[in-house]
Each structure stands twice: as structure tokens, then as C-alpha cells.
């Protein structure tokens, strides 16, 4: 069974169909959400409504959270601010609702979803290094926990000890415990602009990154024209 392990999609539309389509070509037939549907891009309604029709497991990512209450922005940066207020605004009461009541974390058949760290996933630390990690692990009971958050994909492992491993594969060992950040659909902050999501072949225990090309000009052009600071679009093309 394959499973497409997708999430802060942050309303970048371009970049979810992108991953949408490469999933069902890699013969997914499970979705799962890791949250930050909406804020920073040009088109959160859309982008929920996707996700929601899905009908998959979806959990509450900072700026879903921000997006459909009423607390104060202020602890934001003010381009998270910004989009957020201009988020607010697009939802109906229906879409906020949907948000609202997320879950922060679920456990998927044998795997764990979360949007940030399983420590105190309503804080919304980041999980860095492999000290941050070990603080999530202790809190692990499947063997493989996928998370957000960062817009970084990293993978950390726990045998003896935890240690933070390369590449964008990897083939689950007995024993061992993974903690796998799968980088962020729609604003990637590692330096490659392009789309990344994850797909977990769980019959064969294989677990891989994909990096996509999608139509970025178009939703920069839709960042701009909504009024959402220009930054937001240009940070797209550096990926960061
Ligand atoms: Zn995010």
C-alpha cells in the first residue's frame, strides 16, 4: 500500500496539484496531511477544499491554527501575519470550522502524523537537530513518525542513540525508529524551489522524497495580484 505523506502546502495551488498528480502516477492510493494547508499563498479556499475532499487523515499545522481563531498575530513575523489576516478573509465560516477542529496529532494505521514536534505539538517548536528529535522520540510509540513544519526534509533515526541521516530514501530496518520531516509542498526552505512530498511504500518498508517542478510563475503572479507581500512570491523561486 502507498501512501503520499504531503504538507505545508500554504496555499500554493500550482504546487499541490504538482504533487497530487505525481502521487497518483507513483500509484498512490492513500493521502495524508501534515497540515499548513493555508496561509502565506494566493489561493487557501482552494487548496482546503482539495485537501478536504481527500477525505484523508489531516492534521493541524500553526498557520491552520491561525487562520481560524481569534487570537492575536502578534507573536508572528509580519509576512505570516500579513497572509494570515488576508486568509481569515477568504474562508467561509464552513472552512474555518474545518480547521479549527484538526487534530494535532493521529496515528494512521502503524504510523504517527504530526504537524511540528510530538513533545508538545501545540507549541510549535522545530525539530532541527537531533536533540530536538530525541525530545519528539520519547513521545513515538510507531515506528515511523512523519512531521512538518521546518519546510526542510530531513530524517532522523533512533537506534542506540539518534542520528540525523542524508538522502531521500530510505529502506525502515527492524529496531529502529524514524522521525521524517517530508519538506513543504508549497514554500520549500532548503534551497530547492521545487514541490517535495514524501511516498511510503509500506508493504516493502521504503520510504522516498520527491522534489517537482510546478508552474511557480503562476502563483507567484496570483501572490502579487491579491495584494499578499511581494516577498512571499520571490521567496518561492530561492526556496527559502
Ligand atoms: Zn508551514
Redesign the pocket.
Known sequence: MKFAIFG?I?ANLEALHAVLADAQEQGCANYVCLG?VVGYGANPVECLEIVRSLGCPVVR?N?DEGASDNSSLEDLNPLAEHALRWTREQLNEDQTQWLRELKLVRQVRDFTIVHATLDSPGSWGYVTNRFDAMASFSYQFTQVCFY??T?VPRLFEKEDSVRAARGSEVQLRRGVKYFINVG?VGQPRDGDPRASYAVFDSQNHFIQIRRLDYDMPTAQRKIREAGLPPLLAERLSLGK
Do not use: A, I, N
Open positions: 505545508d500554504h499548513d499545522g498557520h512538518g513544519h519546510h513543504s
